[in-house]
């Protein structure tokens, strides 16, 4: 393990699966004391033995980010059980893809509930920590934020949101030493497809993507760490990183 992040404290939502888990391991064994947070406690308790295991400090909080006192809750116990918080990775999301016309509208506040106002209320409630740690925040966007297509208008919304948010984030902090990092996957091999409700927008994404050799959750943590990891100097404000094989 190396210990480059020690002393770090980063907090990680959306941590029960793909990048977020993947990117609370990289974390922790760079020398970050993680705090892992999502819905699926069973799912936070194995990955906490896991780094545990490893001689990661971890701590597994249940957290749903649309819930606004939920949040922060969440942010005071990371500060409380760790003495304050370096690494906000504003991680969790849903892709819940399909036609705008006939949607589920249901699917939309779901989306726009956790992609972006999730992200809100926790960067708001992390923001004194970071700002008195000289701190970093990572927005784990999309390349949905920079192409829009048919049948995926929402999350496109949701994804070209949270980079504005983020921008103007970045203009407000960066001076007094906080980076906000915007990373931006292309087609990661995770189960974010598997929560799509429409059949119609789940068929869509699997055949576009059927014969692409995906990211792995890993390369995008690798993306993370790459930001996290720089001298205070140096702030990377933006990542895309797509499979090679994705044209669009
Ligand atoms: P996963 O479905 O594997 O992970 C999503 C994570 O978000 C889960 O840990 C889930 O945990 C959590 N989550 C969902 N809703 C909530 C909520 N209300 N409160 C707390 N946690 C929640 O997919 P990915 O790893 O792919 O997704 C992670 C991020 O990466 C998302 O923001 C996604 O938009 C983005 N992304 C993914 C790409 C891909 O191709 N996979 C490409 C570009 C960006 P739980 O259900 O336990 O709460």
Known sequence: MSNELEGKVALVTGASSGIGE?????LGRA????????????????LERRLAAEGVRVLALELDVTDEAACRAAVARTAEEFGGLDVLVNNAGVMLLGDIEGADTTDWTRMVSTNLLGVMFLTHAALPHLLDRRGTVVQMSSTAARVGRAGTGVYNATKVGLNAFSESLRQEVTARGVRVVVVEPGVVETELREHITDPAGRAAVEQRIAELRQLDPEDVAEAVLYAVRQPDHVAVNEIMVRPTGQTW
């Open 31 to 46: 020398g970050a004391s993680v705090v892992v947070a999502a819905r699926r406690v069973d799912r936070l308790a194995a």
């Open 22 to 26: 993947a990117t609370a391991v990289a």
